[in-house]
């Protein structure tokens, strides 16, 4: 059972355009989400995260929404530039957890010059 | 600041050879400790965690081990590897809370 789902597996956008990386979760215990920043053959790197409090947070070109009557989060990047091109992954924690994370299969984002 | 090492960074191993992989932690002290592994086109799969020093919790059953002699040294281990084992392998760590978790640059392993 996925509990969080990252359903489109690749997203192309024009250097300069928007990207939108969407995000579903079923756990409704989840209260704290995150995505991460992944370049081939390297460890993910922490972008942004938001907490269950909040339906938004940005930090610089990075703007996360959360939804939770929907159970969906969207990752919006504004501009798109060329080095965002990586994969994308979304994931969750929930109280208790001991800080697990529970990770989406994730989102290639191209970025077109 | 804190960082993450691992090594080694690539491996090809054959079929029923034994593993090891480790990682460690500078800059911090009694991090939660965590091993992933991410197969080919997939996500990112939790094998184990560890909230201090002796003390592991496993994910999903399997021919892995993990240990934690040291309270900033995380170990990977297999006696006898399957093709299946073949993956990026990912330690991270955190402190708990915050949630965030940090990681680092993994280990190929290649079971041939």
């Known amino acids: 059972d996925q509990q969080v789902k990252q359903n489109s597996p690749s997203l192309s956008v024009q250097e300069g355009r928007i990207s939108i990386l969407n995000c579903d979760y079923t756990?409704?215990?989840?209260?704290?989400f995150l995505w991460y920043k992944k370049y081939p053959a390297e460890g993910p790197t922490f972008l942004i995260s938001i907490s269950s409090i909040k339906d938004k947070n940005e930090d610089g070109r990075f703007t996360v929404f959360l939804n939770k009557s929907a159970k969906h989060l969207s990752l919006h990047i504004v501009p798109s530039q060329p080095g965002d091109s990586a994969v994308y992954f979304c994931?969750?924690?929930?109280?208790?957890?001991?800080?697990?994370?529970?990770f989406g299969k994730g989102i290639t984002l191209s970025v077109r010059p | 600041s804190q960082t993450i090492h691992q090594w080694p960074a690539t491996l090809v191993q054959p079929v029923g050879s034994p593993l090891s992989l480790e990682c460690t932690v500078e800059g911090t002290s009694n991090p939660n400790l965590y091993w992933y592994r991410q197969a080919a086109g997939r996500g990112l799969q939790l094998l184990f965690y560890s909230v201090g020093i002796g003390q592991i919790s496993s994910e999903v059953p399997q021919n892995l081990s993990a240990s934690r002699p040291q309270d900033r040294q995380f170990i990977l281990s297999s006696k006898k590897l399957l093709l299946s084992d073949s993956g990026f392998y990912l330690c991270a760590w955190s402190w708990t809370p915050p949630y965030e978790q940090y990681f680092g640059p993994g280990t190929r392993l290649t079971v041939t």
């Open positions: 756990n409704s215990m989840f209260d704290y």
């Open positions: 994931a969750a924690s929930a109280p208790g957890a001991n800080s697990k994370l529970t």
